[in-house]
Structures are given as structure tokens and as C-alpha cells.
């Protein structure tokens, strides 16, 4: 895969028109809806930021703030969100408490991840790696075997509670994510985050044809499950 600035924007400036569109129509469906539909919002911003990111990257030096901010959405909100999103729509009351737990997890390995890159600027390095920028959080998770096992941990909290939910539109959308997650395992270990966050951005255009679509109340079976 080959990415670049005019990638990022074209890509951003897409979920920001559509994900106002996809807000407008998640309060529709309630408001329990608001994280779900703020997703392509969100995804747009962080693309564009790559986007700023990558132009720096051309001009000689990479912009911290502007990683800064990419990472913010990789490393701190969507480990947090994603699960607490699915924990907000879910009528079962027992998987509910449950993605309330795991986003909980989330914030704190958020934390573990984000907290050194703005803490000190020395955490974190940025490179070109195959035409896509690659982001190592220098001593904060050394090794490749621990890199791979914070990864796992990192999809699992992101694509559990979606696989995991009552709701056909949730879990249709986890199916996309996890096989993202899984395509970025297999062809991007190289760029992992920068690339899955691309894909899963692209991904997050389903959410807006799920909230436009009627919608399917969760077969009773799955509550009991």
C-alpha cells in the first residue's frame, strides 16, 4: 500500500462531510447513539492530522504535535471508546457492564500507551517504513514480543465488545474492523497503526448506511447468550 498527504486529506475531508450526516443521523436513533456516530467525525480528524503529519514529513522534519495528535485517537480514544460506545447502545444489561469494564481497560492501556509520547518527546520515533509512517514508542514497550502482545491486547479490547453485542448493525461492524485488524497483522506489522487506523476509517462508512437503515431489535436468543 502506498500512502500520502493527498491520501489522508481526501480520505479525512470525506468522513468530516459524511460524519456529519452519520451524527444527524445517530441522534435519530437516540442518543445512546452519539458514540457510534461520531465515529467517522472522529476518524476524519485524525486522518487529517495525518494528513499535516505526512506534509511535514516532506518538508524535512516530522511535527510532533501533529503525531501528537494522530496518536491521541490510536493510542488513548479508541481503545476507550470503541467499547464504551457498544456499552452505551446494548440493551443487555449483563454485556453492557461488561464493555463498561473493558473500555475501562482501554483508558488505562490508553494511558500506558499516550502518556509517553506527551510526556516526552524522546518516547517517540517517526519514520518512513514502505511508503506508509511508522510510529515506535521508544522504551515504553521494547522488543517485538511485546509489541505483538500489546497489539493482540489492543484488538481484542477494540473488537470483542463490538463482535460481542446484541446488535446485528454492531456486530457486522465488528466483523469489518476485525478483519482490518487482522489484514493489518498480516501486511502492515511495519506501519500497524498508522495503516489499520486508515482502514478502520475507511470502515466507519458503514455506520453511517447502518444508522440510516431501519433498525433490527437484537433476537432475544442472543440476549440469553
Request: aromatic residues 12%.
Amino acid at each position: 500500500m502506498c500512502f500520502s498527504a493527498e491520501a489522508s486529506f481526501a480520505l479525512g475531508g470525506a468522513l468530516v462531510i459524511g460524519g456529519v450526516a452519520t451524527l444527524r443521523a445517530g441522534r435519530a436513533r437516540g442518543p445512546g447513539w452519539t458514540g457510534f456516530a461520531s465515529f467517522p467525525l472522529l476518524f476524519g480528524l485524525q486522518q487529517l492530522s495525518e494528513g499535516l503529519l505526512w506534509l511535514s514529513i516532506e518538508a524535512g522534519e516530522a511535527s510532533l504535535s501533529a503525531a501528537r495528535v494522530f496518536l491521541f485517537f490510536a493510542y488513548f480514544l479508541w481503545p476507550a471508546f470503541v467499547p464504551l460506545s457498544a456499552a452505551l447502545v446494548e440493551p443487555d444489561a449483563r454485556r453492557q457492564r461488561l464493555f463498561a469494564i473493558v473500555a475501562a481497560l482501554g483508558a488505562a492501556l490508553g494511558l500506558f500507551l499516550y502518556l509517553p509520547v506527551i510526556l516526552s518527546a524522546d518516547t517517540l520515533s517517526i519514520s518512513l517504513a514502505r511508503h506508509s509512517i511508522r510510529y515506535e514508542a521508544v522504551g515504553a514497550l521494547p522488543g517485538e514480543t511485546l509489541k505483538t502482545a500489546a497489539r493482540v491486547v489492543y484488538a481484542a479490547i477494540i473488537c470483542l465488545p463490538l463482535l460481542r453485542s446484541s446488535l446485528r448493525e454492531i456486530r457486522i461492524f465488528g466483523i469489518l474492523i476485525t478483519a482490518s485488524v487482522a489484514l493489518g497483522f498480516a501486511v502492515a506489522n511495519h506501519a500497524f497503526t498508522s495503516i489499520w487506523c486508515f482502514l478502520a476509517a475507511g470502515l466507519s462508512f458503514w455506520l453511517w448506511y447502518a444508522l440510516r437503515s431501519p433498525r433490527v431489535e437484537p433476537d432475544p436468543s442472543r440476549l440469553r447468550g
